[in-house]
């Protein structure tokens, strides 16, 4: 088993409670250096109990198989598919040529900003491609790279010979995570430059989700298929709940008697509240 932790989203927690732990133990080592400079200036000062170490995190991580799990290596197969089209709404939206940025009208700006700022987000992207590939076929001592133009043929083609190797490239001990957060972040990026990312439709919050009881069900826009967005649903399961709109549907009908009879128990259950006097039935102005 691949002892090797997984560098994709399945362990943002794990790495959110481990950077929040080195944060608590700078702040430990910050008060036990300045409880020895006051014990030095005056040695019977009572500064009450020495703060116990922080306790380190207890959250397993993900391992990879090899270096990504199984569902980070997927995202970030179809966030490679992806950036192709992507570029190509990020370039059909309009690019501003001959109207000026913002930038170019600062007068104290050191030079004009690029009169094709899309083009240039396309000309970086295509580099950054470029840049990983070569550095694949170096590894495999392949030849170099063919030139492929800088235009949007040449990122299908960059994109398409990636794709064709990316199963190697993600178990290579040099290039895996870079290549890997490095496709997930241009992804983001050009999800957010062209208003494309898929916000998620919560579903009625009646039903929770039969493995972490969260009402965090949802479904994504496009999608035939409704998941719990827990991030730690399924830690020890091997990924929170997935299910079809059949499989969904059934659960609520299955759902409903219990919910209705819990309604009832609660009402039943419920004191009425009595109507204040104020002083009538005693006769009382």
Wanted: aromatic fraction near 6%; charge should be negative.
């Amino acid at each position: 088993m691949s002892e090797h932790i997984c560098p994709g989203r399945c362990n943002s927690r794990f790495r959110d409670e481990w950077d929040a732990y080195h944060r608590a133990v700078d702040v430990w080592q910050a008060v036990l250096e300045a409880r020895a400079k006051r014990l030095a200036d005056n040695p019977h000062a009572d500064l009450g109990t020495e703060p116990e170490r922080p306790a380190e995190p207890t959250r397993r991580p993900w391992t990879g198989e090899p270096l990504w799990c199984g569902n980070d290596a997927a995202a970030v197969r179809s966030a490679l598919a992806d950036l192709d089209e992507l570029m190509a709404l990020h370039l059909a939206a309009g690019d501003g040529y001959g109207t000026g940025s913002a930038q170019e009208r600062v007068s104290s700006s050191p030079e004009p900003a690029s009169p094709s700022p899309k083009h240039d987000d396309q000309d970086e992207l295509l580099e950054w491609l470029a840049v990983w590939e070569q550095s694949y076929r170096e590894s495999q001592g392949w030849p170099a790279k063919p030139y492929r133009g800088v235009s949007a043929p040449a990122l299908t083609s960059a994109v398409a010979w990636l794709t064709g190797h990316l199963d190697a490239i993600l178990a290579h001990p040099d290039l895996a995570e870079g290549f890997g957060t490095g496709v997930l972040g241009w992804h983001s990026r050009l999800e957010a430059a062209t208003k494309t990312r898929v916000k998620p439709r919560w579903m009625p919050r009646d039903l929770r989700c039969h493995q972490c009881h969260a009402k965090t069900l949802a479904q994504l826009e496009g999608e035939d298929r409704v998941e719990c967005r827990n991030p730690s649903c399924g830690e020890a399961r091997g990924g929170p709940v997935v299910m079809t709109l059949d499989e969904y549907n059934a659960r609520v009908d299955g759902a409903k008697p219990a919910a209705r009879l819990a309604r009832m128990a609660a009402a039943a259950e419920r004191v009425p509240t009595p109507f204040p006097d104020y002083g009538l039935k005693s006769g009382r102005a």
